[in-house]
T-cell receptor, first 114, second 115 residues
Framework: SQQGEEDPQALSIQEGENATMNCSYK?????LQWYRQNSGRGLVHLIL?????REKHSGRLRVTLDTSKKSSSLLITASRAADTASYFC??????????????FGKGTHLIIQP | GAGVSQSPRYKVAKRGQDVALRCDPI?????LFWYQQALGQGPEFLTY????????KSGLPSDRFFAERPEGSVSTLKIQRTQQEDSAVYLC?????????????FGSGTRLTVV
């Protein structure tokens, strides 16, 4: 079963614009991660935000986390054609000492038009 | 190697055939995960290893699925008597430790098509 729900399912914007994707989840988490997947390829880890953090930046990426609303957002600023991909949020609910893996949403397919 | 390596990249199997998918994790990564990704969906957890110990196999969809990591490095996912619903991309991921807080490194996956 998939815990995360990304919104929107698909997003098409012009190059240079900002892209915002949202993720909602159901259970309490230790951290939330965002991944990118290009067509036919594996997932690439973008950023991890812990449950006690509210915002994190990495280059053109900004992630926010609101644990009271069980939601997160990923902002990509100044988008480029190479950002075209599917983006997944994944929650880690492991309580430590072991792991049962990440739970992924269905993803947002982002298309950057040149 | 520098990343997680999976082989084969593509596999076409006739229904009823057994298949074996291989994953070479990053050297030194304790944790190894297998995921199944259907077309247009997010990856779904199958099983987890910490070194050679299979700590969680709750995601394996049936007893036709079996995974092993005998020496705590390379892992093999075996599917017996493949069915059409097994068609998917099978992703392997590794990470440094079993505790929360580490990002995962994924391989490029094996695309399995059962005909």
């Amino acid at each position: 079963s998939q815990q995360g729900e990304e919104d929107p399912q698909a997003l098409s914007i012009q190059e240079g614009e900002n892209a915002t994707m949202n993720c909602s989840y159901k259970t309490s988490i230790n951290n939330l991660q965002w991944y990118r997947q290009n067509s036919g390829r594996g997932l690439v880890h973008l950023i991890l935000i812990r449950s006690n953090e509210r915002e994190k930046h990495s280059g053109r990426l900004r992630v926010t986390l609101d644990t009271s609303k069980k939601s997160s957002s990923l902002l990509i600023t100044a988008s480029r054609a190479a950002d075209t991909a599917s983006y997944f949020c994944a929650t880690d609910s492991n309580s430590g000492g072991g792991a049962d893996g990440l739970t992924f949403g269905k993803g947002t397919h982002l298309i950057i038009q040149p | 190697g520098a990343g997680v390596s999976q082989s084969p990249r593509y596999k076409v199997a006739k229904r009823g055939q057994d298949v074996a998918l291989r994953c070479d994790p990053i050297s030194g990564h304790v944790s190894l995960f297998w995921y199944q990704q259907a077309l247009g969906q997010g990856p779904e957890f199958l099983t987890y290893f910490q070194n050679e110990a299979q700590l969680d196999k709750s995601g394996l969809p049936s007893d036709r699925f079996f995974a092993e990591r005998p020496e705590g490095s390379v892992s093999t996912l075996k599917i017996q008597r493949t069915q059409q619903e097994d068609s998917a991309v099978y992703l392997c991921a590794s990470s440094l430790g079993g505790a929360a807080g580490y990002g995962y490194t994924f391989g490029s996956g094996t695309r399995l098509t059962v005909v």
